[in-house]
């Protein structure tokens, strides 16, 4: 993994590593297309209900509840793949996941915006593994006291990030929407809430 610390940044960027650890990407993407029960929540945005600009799944250990934008995520079960690759994750980093948020974007108007994943249940220094299926996006990051302090990195087919240490205290991150023709991109994190 090749770290990346920036001025309270923390991440390890591992391109293709899904690849290496022997997975058919293209083939992982398209199970958990038929497979996770996608849904596009209405969130709050200043007052206001939208729905989210891309589908979304809540997998999670039984308890391990998630709030965002006052949507309440219904908690869907592990899948066979969606467990594998846990297993892959806590073999490679010894960490415990116990809930994971895909977000499939279908083309390049799908996005995220500027956010940090700061809920209290994720504690002050949580770490988060990002793992990429599909169409590549940017994933920008800037700080939260100073948004010209930036950092891009072109998110591939297989890729992974880790963030970890102050990243969610000090930056923000988004998937921005792009004119440019993209295909569809599956995006799982990977993290460990505190039961409630």
């Given at each position: ?7 309270g ?11 290496q ?5 293209l083939q992982?993407?398209?199970?958990l297309g ?11 945005v ?5 729905p ?9 250990d039984p308890?391990?509840?998630?709030r965002?934008?006052g949507?309440q995520s219904?908690?869907?079960?592990w899948?066979?793949n ?17 809930s994971?948020?895909l977000?499939r ?15 209290p249940e994720l ?16 994933f920008?990051?800037?700080?939260r ?7 891009e ?5 297989g890729?992974?990030v ?8 000090l930056?923000l991150?988004q998937v921005?929407?792009?004119s ?8 799982l ?8």
């Amino acid at each position: 993994m090749i770290p990346i610390q920036r001025s309270g940044l923390s991440l390890r960027h591992a391109p293709g590593w899904v690849q290496q650890q022997g997975l058919d990407v293209l083939q992982l993407r398209n199970a958990l297309g038929r497979e996770v029960p996608w849904e596009q929540p209405l969130v709050r945005v200043y007052g206001r209900q939208h729905p989210t600009p891309r589908l979304c799944c809540w997998v999670a250990d039984p308890g391990c509840s998630y709030r965002y934008s006052g949507h309440q995520s219904p908690i869907h079960p592990w899948t066979p793949n969606l467990s594998a690759l846990r297993e892959l994750l806590h073999e490679q980093l010894g960490v415990r996941f116990n809930s994971l948020l895909l977000n499939r974007y279908r083309n390049g108007a799908d996005r995220m915006g500027w956010h940090a994943d700061d809920e209290p249940e994720l504690g002050r220094e949580p770490l988060i593994v990002s793992v990429s299926l599909g169409a590549s996006r940017a994933f920008q990051l800037r700080r939260r006291d100073d948004p010209s302090v930036r950092r891009e990195l072109h998110l591939h087919h297989g890729d992974v990030v880790v963030m970890h240490g102050l990243t969610q205290a000090l930056w923000l991150h988004q998937v921005p929407k792009t004119s440019r023709y993209v295909g569809p991109r599956v995006n799982l994190t990977f993290r460990t809430i505190r039961r409630r």
